[in-house]
């Protein structure tokens, strides 16, 4: 994304995908299906609202284990006149919600949201009340331009008609059989004859079929004021949930204005809180200014060090002042400032990390999913979503197919934080539908799934293309660093040698195999050509689309 010469590396790689590069649309999913659902709503003649609902609704069949109408999520659009929203429909806390509600086991890092019994994980009580379908449907409703059904038709088609299981998601359903065998449904759907659905193996989902129809009929009142709304609540009623009849009624998707900062002349925007992503990259961009990454090299142990040191900064503020801002008095104006990014830089030593505590005063999930959009009138939607965990509380909502989410997760289980749980109170996340702009003109729009290393895996992909000149492609499959104070975690690519030189600056080493999920991107070119790019890390399809009709008076003739 830069005009300078490739950048120096230290870790080199190489790309597993390739991109695809079209002019009059792209679609790009984590699921080849979900991207052919949403090609399917361009080409019909649809723009790029159109085809990112259709997706969304694909890949609550195709990836159940990550994306549901009973989850939450952000999107992130651009319309064609340059406008810039965000539709916030992250999932609330039942309004029998309480600070007490569970019974913390720690508060060390990493296991602060630790519960008895894993309640606010696994079972009725980890469910929030759900706001990906109502989010969705407005979306459709305030910026498409297509019915209802026909962006419902791929997914009821692909529930009923069924489809093949990939080795992704029968490696998913692997590593949670044991939860997913204590509910029937789900039990029946992925654990046939008790073992989990093999690669190869056609999954068909009758009643979740009959519960999009539904749907379709009847659009989001079939669940917040419909049968699949009392069916949700009924199972709840029954099964020790929170979430009644009032709490669907009450909820409300809300537009946000997004959050903006500047970076090496690009300005760049993700969603403000309760998703702690554009706050924090934006911060920790500021923080990063200061020094000259691009020269540091790609993966160099100067250059890791100081992206740990800016995710540890804006981990600590994080945790004490970004939260729902209807409960919690978030300053964003502070936190994004490049002078509150100086004092924090001040303290930066090359030489060594330390324990970085909040500069401030303040008044989640590993399994999601990301669909990235842009059709030939310049809409675009970079949109995040999730049932949180893998398979989300594990619990299905008899004869409806839905899987319920866990994302009371999300909340500190602690009382008197600013992320504990109150009534009404949106669940805090990381997502990032991020979009940059160069000159006023789009440059590149990303996102990725991975909980709370969502958002410092989609800050290096902006380092990626701004500091290290790489390709859409490259920045998407670079490897990946992650800590939020305590282990520094490292993917297998980076070498040993920088390892070693990190673990003596006094970082704790992990080696892991992947960090977060899949992430895919559109870059925009000044010509109008757009590129799109999914990396290795999940299912990840990008669909371009060229060419167009005949010209105008064009008639065929022998």
Not at 370 to 398: E, K, R, W
């Amino acid at each position: 994304m830069t005009d300078s010469p490739r950048a120096p590396r230290v870790t080199d790689f190489a790309c597993e995908k390739r991109p695809a590069t079209g002019s009059r649309g792209m679609v790009v999913t984590n699921h080849p299906l979900a991207s052919a659902a949403g090609s399917e709503m361009l080409l019909a003649g649809g723009n790029a609202v159109d085809a990112a609902v259709a997706a969304l609704f694909t890949l609550t069949v195709v990836e159940p284990m990550m994306v549901g109408v009973l989850g939450g999520g952000v999107a992130h659009i651009r319309l064609a006149d340059g406008r810039h929203l965000v539709l916030d429909g992250l999932s609330t806390a039942p309004g029998r919600g309480s600070a007490t509600m569970y019974e913390p086991l720690s508060d060390e890092i990493g296991k602060a949201r630790l519960v008895r019994d894993r309640e606010n994980e696994v079972g009725p009580k980890a469910v929030a009340v759900p706001g990906a379908l109502a989010g969705w449907c407005e979306a459709l409703a305030r910026f498409g331009t297509l019915p209802l059904a026909d962006v419902l038709a791929p997914a009821i088609r692909l529930a009923e008609r069924g489809f093949v299981a990939s080795p992704y998601l029968s490696d998913c359903i692997t590593d949670c059989a044991k939860d997913l065998a204590r509910d029937p449904g789900l039990s029946a759907l992925f654990l046939p004859g008790g073992q989990p659905l093999r690669p190869g193996d056609r999954l068909v989902q009758g009643d979740y079929a009959a519960s999009l129809r539904l749907i379709a009929e009847r659009g989001p009142a079939a669940l917040y004021d419909g049968p699949l709304g009392a069916a949700l609540t009924s199972f709840m009623a029954s099964h020790g949930g929170l979430i009644d009849q009032a709490d669907l009624a009450a909820f409300r998707v809300i537009e946000r204005a997004p959050v903006r900062g500047t970076y090496r002349g690009f300005e760049i925007l993700g969603p403000p809180p309760p998703s702690s992503s554009g706050v924090h990259i934006v911060q920790m961009l500021n923080i990063l200014e200061g020094y000259d990454i691009g020269g540091l090299g790609f993966g160099s142990a100067d250059a890791v060090h100081l992206l740990a040191e800016a995710l540890k900064i804006a981990f600590a503020d994080r945790a004490v002042a970004t939260a729902d801002p209807a409960f919690v008095a978030v300053p964003v104006d502070r936190l994004i400032a490049k002078s509150y990014a100086e004092e924090r830089r001040s303290r930066i030593d090359l030489r060594r990390t330390q324990a970085w505590t909040a500069g401030l005063a303040g008044g989640e999930s590993a399994n999601t999913t990301h669909v990235t959009v842009a059709d030939a009138a310049g809409n675009v939607v970079a949109t995040t979503q999730t049932i949180n965990g893998l398979f989300g509380a594990c619990t299905q909502i008899p004869g409806t197919g839905m899987l319920t989410n866990n994302y009371m997760y999300n909340f500190d289980p602690h009382p008197g934080r600013a992320l504990s749980i109150a009534p009404g109170k949106r669940v805090f996340t990381s997502m990032a539908p991020m979009m940059a702009l160069r000159d006023g003109r789009l440059a590149f729009a990303l996102g990725l799934p991975g909980g709370l290393r969502i958002f410092p895996s989609a800050l290096q992909a902006i380092v990626n293309l701004i500091d290290h000149g790489m390709t859409l492609q490259e920045a998407v499959e670079a490897p990946r660093v992650w800590t939020e104070g305590g282990v520094l975690e490292l993917e297998q690519a980076f070498p040993d040698a920088v390892a070693e030189d990190l673990a003596a600056r006094g970082h704790s080493i992990v080696r892991m195999p992947r960090i977060a999920g899949g992430m895919n991107a559109i870059g925009f070119a000044p010509d109008g050509t757009l590129t799109g790019a999914a990396c290795w890390r999940a299912d990840g399809t990008p669909v371009a689309i060229s060419g167009g009709l005949a010209r105008a008076g064009v008639r065929f003739t022998i």
